[in-house]
């Protein structure tokens, strides 16, 4: 059973093998990270682990029983109880409910961990799977002017109910 486990040191190389093997299926809906992002990948990595040690940002692996990376799932810009969310899963996984359950429990982690009431998530609007998948971990679409870009939809979901 994968487990969603928060980023550390040790599965740098797990992730670099994971987006290595995914480039072109993910190129396909989102733009490319290029050449520079695997040549600079140590750097990139090590300013992650700061990022989340600061709380900027909080990060995700969802790792198999095999050590094996399947998605990634992240929490950027924490601040004021609200946060972004993103995410990428493997193709091998794609289209199987992966990406909706761990969002599902991401969203439970936000609240729990990180004390967050609210996630955002922007997606293409060529990228109707990962829609799809905001959906149906119930996150509403929303006027994408109140978050400062009309180029994408954005979808939003209110972790912690007001009483």
């Known amino acids: 059973m994968p ?25 396909a809906s989102v733009t490319d990270r290029g050449d520079d992002f695997f040549d600079k990948f140590t750097d990139r990595y090590s300013a992650l682990l700061a990022e989340q040690e600061a709380g900027i940002c909080a990060f995700y692996v969802l790792v198999a029983e095999d050590g094996a990376v399947l998605g990634r799932f992240n929490l950027y810009d924490l601040e004021d109880g609200t946060a972004e ?6 193709q091998h ?20 961990r ?23 971990a119930a996150f509403v679409l929303v006027d994408p002017a109140d978050l400062g870009d009309t180029s994408v939809p954005w979808y939003q979901r209110d972790l912690v109910v007001q009483r």
């Open 3 to 27: 487990k969603l486990k928060q980023l550390h040191a040790d599965h740098a190389p797990a992730v670099l093998a994971f987006e290595r093997a995914n480039r072109g299926y993910f190129a």
């Open 85 to 90: 969310l993103g995410y990428r899963v493997a």
């Open 93 to 112: 996984v794609a289209g199987r409910g992966v990406a909706t359950a761990t969002v599902w429990e991401l969203c439970r982690l936000a609240v729990a």
């Open 114 to 136: 990180h004390g967050l009431r609210t996630l955002r998530a922007g997606t293409s609007r060529e990228n109707v799977a990962s829609q799809r998948v905001l959906v149906k």
